[in-house]
């Protein structure tokens, strides 16, 4: 019997062993079914800077035209925020910022720390709990813990504070602890905020050796951005978008070469077109809208050579690709791009980056999934950037727990074709003050809790002809029809208090429960 029960279980084993080499074909085309994503989020390009939007622009966009002609456009689409940490940080947890402590932050330097809690749910950790590898290239700004050679945490921006950073430490909170395998790029705006180097997963390889020499700087109206700063020796201020470029490209090599049948979430984060503009050298002079045209022109190349790439390596026909922008333009680009080359980077909207006006956070927002969504095809469906993670999660089906993704709207019906009825009731927006400077949209009506722009000064010189007159200056907020009135020129604050009140009580009503789905539903 002993030698019967041996046989037996040896049978067994060995059957078992059969059966799981049977199961990996079938358990790797389990994985593969969900799709591949590549996220690319451009650094303060407006609306009017991308030839599908803007019939007016001066910068050729072929390859984000062609990515519009493959994929859909969408026309009312929506960064949450009007300045790049709070954006990045909704993008991230599908919350809106104003919501967590800082949440109206801008960190600099080696500021922090993570606006992210930990226990926060993020849209790599969910991926990566779906069988995701994810990948962050780039730049991050939503907050890192740098300590100095006692242990102790350094928060702020400033070249002191870069100075006092012990960088044979490990830095906290940044991306490979909110749900990324792998992360490559800098602490905050790569060549403007004080610290010149790049962070490899948690820490500094090269750490800063000296401070930047600004005289070997490019000099034009573009490029006065950057920070007197301590820099890297392998920091190359010119082409930082091309290192990030080949990074993201290595990433992709890699993980196709070693585990195809993984899907795979790559979020490229670019430099471009933050100030300065500085354009690498082979990219210099290939417009006839100057430096920041060159470097408009450079960021479309890079999302030319990405989508290059998926198609070398044989996997863009199951890669869901989303190009979006963190907020509009920045005012010197504005206002030199208009005055030097006709060209307006947040056409046809009021406002730029930092404004609560449509200038300030309407961006382009386009969608490519080769087989499920319809090449050529344009929605005027209202967005968030804030609704990536909810429609990630609907794709690979994820259920998200209530402590997540509380300002996230599913919007994978309206990828597919399959409905045309408005997903979102309304949208919250935050400017350049947080939790102070709100505003709320529900169909074609905009609301701002607050006076003024939100964010810029149009009494200061660069800014005072862009001025348009307050048609309504004791009112406390502004109310505007954008269906008749999409240049924000008129404020019916006093001719429709009906809709104020109304307006004014949702929001009120959003910021008290802490989320918004919930009450569009009721």
């Given at each position: 019997?002993?030698?019967?029960?041996?046989?037996?279980?040896?049978?067994?084993?060995?059957?078992?062993?059969?059966?799981?080499?049977?199961?990996?074909?079938?358990?790797?085309?389990?994985?593969?079914?969900?799709?591949?994503?590549?996220?690319?989020?451009?650094?303060?390009?407006?609306?009017?800077?991308?030839?599908?939007?803007?019939?007016?622009?001066?910068?050729?966009?072929?390859?984000?035209?062609?990515?519009?002609?493959?994929?859909?456009?969408?026309?009312?689409?929506?960064?949450?925020?009007?300045?790049?940490?709070?954006?990045?940080?909704?993008?991230?947890?599908?919350?809106?910022?104003?919501?967590?402590?800082?949440?109206?932050?801008?960190?600099?330097?080696?500021?922090?720390?993570?606006?992210?809690?930990?226990?926060?749910?993020?849209?790599?950790?969910?991926?990566?709990?779906?069988?995701?590898?994810?990948?962050?290239?780039?730049?991050?700004?939503?907050?890192?813990?740098?300590?100095?050679?006692?242990?102790?945490?350094?928060?702020?921006?400033?070249?002191?504070?870069?100075?006092?950073?012990?960088?044979?430490?490990?830095?906290?909170?940044?991306?490979?602890?909110?749900?990324f395998d792998r992360f490559f790029g800098t602490a905050c705006c790569p060549t403007t905020d004080w610290?010149?180097?790049?962070?490899?997963?948690?820490?500094?390889?090269?750490?800063?050796?000296?401070?930047?020499?600004?005289?070997?700087?490019?000099?034009?109206?573009?490029?006065?951005?950057?920070?007197?700063?301590?820099i890297a020796t392998n920091f190359p201020m010119e082409e930082v978008d091309l290192v990030f470029l080949?990074?993201?490209?290595?990433?992709?090599?890699?993980?196709?070469?070693?585990?195809?049948?993984?899907?795979?979430?790559?979020?490229?984060?670019?430099?471009?077109?933050?100030?300065?503009?500085?354009?690498?050298?082979?990219?210099?002079?290939?417009?006839?809208?100057?430096?920041?045209?060159?470097?408009?022109?450079?960021?479309?190349?890079?999302?030319?050579?990405?989508?290059?790439?998926?198609?070398?390596?044989?996997?863009?026909?199951?890669?869901?690709?989303?190009?979006?922008?963190?907020?509009?333009?920045?005012?010197?680009?504005?206002?030199?791009?208009?005055?030097?080359?006709?060209?307006?980077?947040?056409?046809?909207?009021?406002?730029?980056?930092?404004?609560?006006?449509?200038?300030?956070?309407r961006v382009p927002l386009i969608v490519r999934w080769p087989g499920r969504v319809k090449p050529g095809?344009?929605?005027?469906?209202?967005?968030?950037?804030?609704?990536?993670?909810?429609?990630?999660?609907?794709?690979?089906?994820?259920?998200?727990?209530?402590?997540?993704?509380?300002?996230?709207?599913?919007?994978?019906?309206?990828?597919?074709?399959?409905?045309?009825?408005?997903?979102?009731?309304?949208?919250?927006?935050?400017?350049?003050?947080?939790?102070?400077?709100?505003?709320?949209?529900?169909?074609?009506?905009?609301?701002?809790?607050?006076?003024?722009?939100?964010?810029?000064?149009?009494?200061?010189?660069?800014?005072?002809?862009?001025?348009?007159?307050?048609?309504?200056?004791?009112?406390?907020?502004?109310?505007?029809?954008?269906?008749?009135?999409?240049?924000?020129?008129?404020?019916?604050?006093?001719?429709?208090?009906?809709?104020?009140?109304?307006?004014?009580?949702?929001?009120?009503?959003?910021?008290?429960?802490?989320?918004?789905?919930?009450?569009?539903?009721?």
């Amino acid at each position: 019997m002993p030698a019967l029960r041996r046989i037996w279980i040896l049978t067994l084993l060995a059957f078992a062993c059969v059966a799981a080499t049977l199961l990996q074909p079938f358990q790797a085309l389990a994985a593969s079914a969900h799709p591949n994503i590549l996220l690319i989020l451009a650094d303060d390009l407006g609306y009017g800077d991308v030839g599908c939007y803007n019939d007016r622009a001066k910068v050729p966009t072929p390859h984000l035209d062609r990515l519009a002609r493959e994929g859909m456009r969408f026309t009312d689409a929506h960064s949450p925020a009007t300045v790049c940490t709070p954006t990045r940080y909704s993008l991230m947890t599908g919350q809106m910022a104003f919501r967590v402590p800082r949440g109206g932050s801008v960190f600099t330097g080696v500021g922090g720390p993570s606006l992210i809690a930990p226990e926060r749910l993020t849209l790599p950790e969910m991926l990566r709990d779906h069988g995701y590898a994810t990948a962050c290239i780039g730049k991050w700004h939503i907050g890192l813990t740098f300590f100095d050679k006692q242990g102790q945490p350094i928060g702020g921006g400033g070249v002191e504070a870069v100075e006092r950073v012990d960088y044979s430490r490990p830095i906290q909170g940044g991306p490979i602890e909110h749900g990324f395998d792998r992360f490559f790029g800098t602490a905050c705006c790569p060549t403007t905020d004080w610290l010149y180097a790049f962070v490899d997963g948690d820490r500094v390889p090269v750490p800063p050796t000296g401070k930047i020499d600004k005289s070997k700087l490019p000099k034009h109206p573009y490029a006065g951005d950057c920070r007197p700063g301590l820099i890297a020796t392998n920091f190359p201020m010119e082409e930082v978008d091309l290192v990030f470029l080949e990074k993201s490209q290595r990433f992709l090599e890699q993980h196709i070469r070693r585990t195809p049948n993984q899907p795979f979430f790559l979020y490229h984060a670019a430099q471009a077109v933050h100030l300065p503009s500085f354009p690498a050298p082979r990219f210099k002079g290939q417009t006839q809208a100057g430096p920041h045209g060159d470097f408009i022109h450079e960021l479309d190349w890079i999302v030319g050579e990405l989508l290059a790439t998926l198609e070398r390596l044989g996997v863009a026909d199951r890669t869901l690709v989303v190009f979006s922008s963190d907020n509009g333009p920045e005012t010197t680009s504005v206002i030199h791009m208009r005055a030097d080359h006709d060209h307006d980077g947040a056409r046809p909207w009021r406002g730029m980056k930092r404004d609560q006006w449509e200038g300030g956070h309407r961006v382009p927002l386009i969608v490519r999934w080769p087989g499920r969504v319809k090449p050529g095809t344009t929605s005027h469906q209202l967005a968030s950037l804030t609704d990536v993670m909810a429609t990630c999660a609907a794709i690979v089906g994820a259920d998200l727990p209530p402590a997540a993704a509380e300002d996230s709207y599913n919007l994978l019906p309206v990828l597919l074709g399959l409905d045309t009825a408005p997903i979102r009731p309304y949208l919250l927006q935050q400017a350049f003050g947080g939790a102070r400077y709100l505003a709320i949209r529900r169909g074609h009506w905009k609301y701002l809790d607050h006076r003024g722009s939100g964010g810029n000064n149009y009494l200061n010189p660069g800014l005072e002809p862009f001025a348009r007159p307050d048609t309504t200056p004791d009112a406390p907020g502004q109310l505007y029809d954008l269906a008749t009135d999409p240049g924000e020129t008129t404020n019916l604050y006093f001719e429709r208090p009906d809709v104020v009140k109304e307006l004014k009580a949702l929001l009120e009503a959003s910021k008290a429960s802490g989320r918004s789905r919930e009450i569009a539903r009721e």
